[in-house]
């Protein structure tokens, strides 16, 4: 995607300005060059370009939204986030193996099973509470750096997928070569269930199923289906046992920089961009979950009693999460959990009202 040459006049002007901003300045235009490493067919572009007519139309131009699809700025979470340091790079989207880079607690949130269903999973996420915790974390985590805007999701499960059989247990797994991120949660858990969990950058990840470098995956419908590898892939297993948290993420020093009434507008419209995500996936896993039947892939929902020899493996992953984390990563699971309980008694409550 090539960038236009008024865009890149605003990039160096942003660089050039970046830190030097002062309210004075502000009767020009502010750019915020907003950055997330998906292409135009994830949900985060849509998020996005809802976040760039809210904020362009509610500043009346006085802030100007630039929107870069893929490695144009930096092209990893590591390179976003140097580059939202050094004021090149503005707003950012990342999973929790991404935020882990900055404040590796996060991780937490890749424990297996930690997430009970959707409506559970959109609380916990948009919950106040846990929200400023985690704001106020990675804030300190980056000396007052970098600051979270809102959290969403992308891509909703991760599920087991290969091309070899059916998954109907752990017991299925052993033996598969599993592509996996660099992430020593995701690893274990293959591991301990078996397999060989193997880290492969994902644009690489069709041609090593294809080739057999690797038997399987762990990804969400969506995540197949945008990538084509419904091509090479024959069986998914539900199992669920991961929701895809997402958060944006803002340079501090940029949001500081805006005036009060900038900052509002800001705010108001990074907490559009979390609705977009969470609307737009349901939506985009009913023509994903279309495409991978008419490729002739088999779907597999395990029974209760499978579901729990899953959700079994996720306790020794949590004791090596707390092994390695400490304090940190109690309070961090102790925050979590406590934004589950009040996630799990307003869809109760709001459940029973509607039931009336």
């Given at each position: 995607?090539?960038?236009p040459?008024n865009?890149?006049?605003?990039?160096?002007?942003?660089v050039?300005?970046?830190?030097?901003l002062?309210?004075a300045?502000m009767?020009?235009?502010?750019?915020?060059?907003v950055?997330?490493?998906?292409?135009e067919?994830d949900?985060?572009?849509d998020?996005?370009?809802?976040?760039?007519?809210?904020v362009e139309?509610?500043?009346?131009?006085?802030?100007?939204?630039?929107i870069?699809?893929?490695?144009?700025l930096?092209?990893?979470a590591?390179e976003?986030?140097e580059?939202?340091?050094?004021?090149?790079?503005d707003l950012f989207t990342?999973?929790?193996g991404?935020v882990?880079?900055?404040?590796?607690?996060?991780?937490?949130?890749d424990?297996?099973?930690?997430f009970p269903?959707?409506r559970?999973?959109?609380?916990?996420l948009?919950?106040p509470?846990f929200?400023?915790?985690?704001r106020?974390e990675?804030l300190?985590?980056?000396g007052?750096?970098?600051r979270?805007?809102?959290?969403t999701?992308t891509?909703?499960w991760?599920?087991?997928a290969?091309v070899?059989?059916e998954i109907h247990?752990?017991?299925?797994?052993?033996?598969?070569?599993i592509?996996t991120?660099?992430?020593?949660i995701?690893?274990?858990?293959?591991?301990?269930?078996?397999?060989?969990?193997?880290?492969?950058?994902?644009l690489?990840?069709y041609t090593?199923?294809?080739?057999?470098v690797v038997?399987g995956?762990?990804?969400?419908?969506s995540d197949?289906?945008?990538?084509?590898?419904?091509?090479?892939?024959?069986?998914?297993?539900?199992?669920?046992h991961a929701y895809m948290?997402?958060?944006w993420l803002?340079g501090?020093?940029?949001?500081?920089?805006l005036?009060?009434?900038?900052?509002r507008?800001v705010?108001?419209?990074s907490?559009?961009?979390?609705?977009v995500q969470?609307?737009?996936?349901?939506?985009?896993?009913?023509?994903?979950?279309a495409?991978?039947?008419?490729?002739?892939?088999?779907?597999?929902v395990?029974?209760?009693?499978?579901?729990?020899q899953?959700?079994s493996y996720?306790?020794?992953?949590?004791?090596?999460?707390?092994?390695?984390?400490?304090?940190?990563?109690?309070?961090?699971?102790?925050?979590?959990?406590?934004?589950r309980?009040?996630?799990?008694e307003?869809v109760?409550?709001e459940r029973e009202?509607?039931?009336?």
């Open positions: 995607m090539k960038i040459s865009k890149m006049k605003k990039i160096a002007s942003a050039l300005l970046g830190s030097t002062s309210t300045s009767a020009h235009a502010v750019d915020l060059n950055v997330l490493l998906a292409n067919q949900e985060e572009y998020a996005a370009q809802v976040f760039e007519n809210y139309s509610h500043t009346g131009g006085e802030v100007n939204v630039n870069f699809v893929g490695p144009q930096c092209g990893s590591n976003c986030f580059a939202m340091q050094a004021g090149i790079v990342a999973t929790a991404g882990a880079g900055i404040y590796p607690p996060i991780q937490g949130m424990i297996p099973y930690t269903d959707d559970t999973a959109m609380g916990m948009s919950d509470e929200t400023d915790y985690l106020g990675i300190d985590a980056t007052q750096g970098i979270l805007m809102t959290m999701q891509g909703g991760r599920n087991f290969n070899d059989h247990s752990p017991a299925d797994i052993k033996g598969l070569r592509r991120i660099e992430s020593e995701q690893q274990r858990l293959v591991r301990d269930m078996g397999g060989s969990p193997t880290p492969i950058p994902w690489d990840v090593a199923l294809q080739t057999g038997d995956t762990k990804n969400s419908i197949i289906i945008n990538m084509n590898f419904q091509e090479v892939l024959k069986y998914i297993t539900l199992d669920g948290a997402s958060m803002m501090n020093q940029k949001f500081k920089s005036t009060p009434e900038q900052q507008i705010v108001d419209g907490a559009l961009m979390s609705v969470f609307g737009m996936q349901p939506r985009k896993e009913l023509e994903a979950y495409a991978w039947k008419k490729s002739g892939g088999k779907l597999y395990p029974n209760d009693e499978e579901m729990e899953f959700r996720a306790e020794p992953i949590r004791k090596w999460y707390i092994d390695t984390y400490g304090e940190q990563g109690q309070q961090f699971l102790n925050e979590l959990n406590a934004a309980d009040r996630a799990k307003r109760a409550e009202s509607a039931l009336q």
